[in-house]
């Protein structure tokens, strides 16, 4: 041990070597982290403790999925994309599940009324979302029965939404670490994206509160009204943004574009994405491509397989 750490780094460490089973060694890690001198000295010690911390984490969620009994469920993706609505009990999930989807989940006011996951199809522009409601996040939640297999289902999908009338999150995030999953985190490359869509008639009292909350999580917050039925064209925009994606759209010479059969692309794709995603044959016999939209300069520019596309262009390929 460094000679110029602290005295509660000293305890914090005892402890460590004290505790036996991976949550214990998980706590005494976070302790020692967090009491831990920042400074440049301890920048290696910072991260050894980071690596063992990742590594009682993954023994964590192993033991954890053991317990689980041969609870098994998997969710097949389908659509463009998979969205994850996650959040406290009776926050509202639901009701946002049957407003973007025309679902008819049932919805009661009392609390843990979704016992299993719900599933609906969001339409988008001429795309469909795959939304996904998860059953209610409560303190324990990895620890429980079913939490694990849950859990693995909000890790696979391409977008997490907490829905919540409350801005008390704290054990909401916890369950999450838990689980080894990060949210917004520009530092890892694993870490997956998520915003907050909470209940207007909380904000005014919790305004704050809120904003605090989104700038320690880097979340993008969305104030929506269920009962009201507003807002809802705003946050489908807004979910859209958040998966990283775009829609092209398109034409054939001297036809209209496409417009009900838009292709989703990752942001950042070029003609050559495009191509390879129409067919494998449209690369060998490529000659150029017309470009209308955000990407191009002007209308029908003529572009190659290295120009990038953007959300809502259309383009005309044409092929030898």
């Not at 689980?68 to 009990?89: D, H, N």
Request: proline residues 4%; aromatic residues 8%; charged residues 30%.
């Amino acid at each position: 041990m460094p000679t110029n750490v602290t005295a509660e780094y000293a305890a914090a460490e005892q402890g460590y070597q004290k505790a036996r089973t991976a949550e214990e060694k998980i706590r005494a890690l976070e302790n020692m982290l967090s009491t831990c001198p920042t400074h440049k000295g301890c920048e290696k010690l910072r991260q050894e403790i980071k690596t063992k911390l990742s590594g009682f984490k993954k023994l964590l969620r192993k033991q954890e999925e053991k317990k689980a009994k041969g609870f098994t469920i998997s969710i097949k993706k389908e659509g463009a994309a998979q969205v994850c609505l996650v959040g406290p009990p009776n926050s509202g999930k639901s009701s946002l599940l049957n407003k973007l989807t025309n679902r008819k989940v049932k919805v009661a006011d009392y609390e843990f009324t979704t016992k299993m996951p719900e599933v609906g199809m969001m339409g988008y522009k001429g795309l469909k979302l795959q939304l996904v409601e998860i059953p209610s996040i409560f303190r324990g939640y990895y620890e429980s029965q079913k939490g694990p297999q849950f859990f693995s289902l909000i890790r696979n999908a391409d977008l997490i939404v907490v829905v919540t009338n409350t801005a008390e999150l704290d054990y909401l995030f916890e369950e999450f670490e838990k689980a080894g999953i990060s949210l917004n985190d520009p530092f890892d490359e694993n870490t997956h994206k998520a915003i907050i869509v909470a209940g207007k008639k909380d904000l005014p009292n919790h305004d704050d509160i809120y904003r605090g909350l989104c700038k320690y999580y880097r979340f993008c917050l969305m104030p929506v009204s269920v009962i009201a039925g507003h807002s809802f064209d705003a946050l489908k925009d807004e979910i859209w943004k958040a998966l990283g994606l775009i829609k092209i759209y398109t034409k054939e010479p001297g036809k209209k574009p496409r417009i009900d059969e838009p292709l989703c692309l990752k942001k950042g794709s070029t003609i050559r994405d495009m191509a390879l995603h129409l067919h494998k044959d449209f690369l060998k016999k490529f000659r150029f491509a017309k470009v209308w939209g955000k990407s191009a300069h002007f209308g029908g520019q003529t572009c190659g397989l290295s120009h990038k596309l953007e959300d809502d262009d259309i383009v005309e390929i044409h092929l030898n």
